[in-house]
Nanobody
């Protein structure tokens, strides 16, 4: 059972990236999938989540209107499209899976990806 996060990189302010969270060993659409991020010296925070039941999506206020979460069940993958990136979006981004509903409590998540670095800088 594994989650693999990828797609991070260095981008200029105003740029875009698409992160991917691919699952192996289990069916992703049985789980709510959350994206979290952690900047140096800060706590891990919830960024976005997509539910398993009806595909409802949730976003932190800081990313609303700029980030879009989606899932492709055929590819067993969840994506986070990040547009209009800002320097304050710089962090390691993690995806996580839970059988519960979308939650900001990181202890509710059963599986975690390894993280992918996003750096927004000119």
């Amino acid at each position: 059972v594994q989650l693999q996060a990828s797609g991070g990189g260095l981008v200029q302010p105003g740029g875009s990236l698409r992160l991917s969270c691919a699952a192996s060993g289990f069916t992703l659409d049985d789980y709510a999938i959350g994206w979290f991020r952690q900047a140096p010296g800060k706590e891990r925070e919830g960024v976005s989540c997509i539910s398993s039941s009806d595909g409802s999506t949730y976003y932190a206020n800081s990313v609303k209107g700029r980030f879009t979460i989606s899932r492709d069940n055929a590819k067993n993958t969840v994506y986070l499209q990040m547009n209009s990136l800002k320097p304050e979006d710089t962090a390691v981004y993690y995806c996580a899976a839970t059988l519960e509903s979308c939650h900001n409590d990181i202890t509710e998540y059963d599986y975690w990806g390894q993280g992918t670095q996003v750096t927004v800088s000119s």
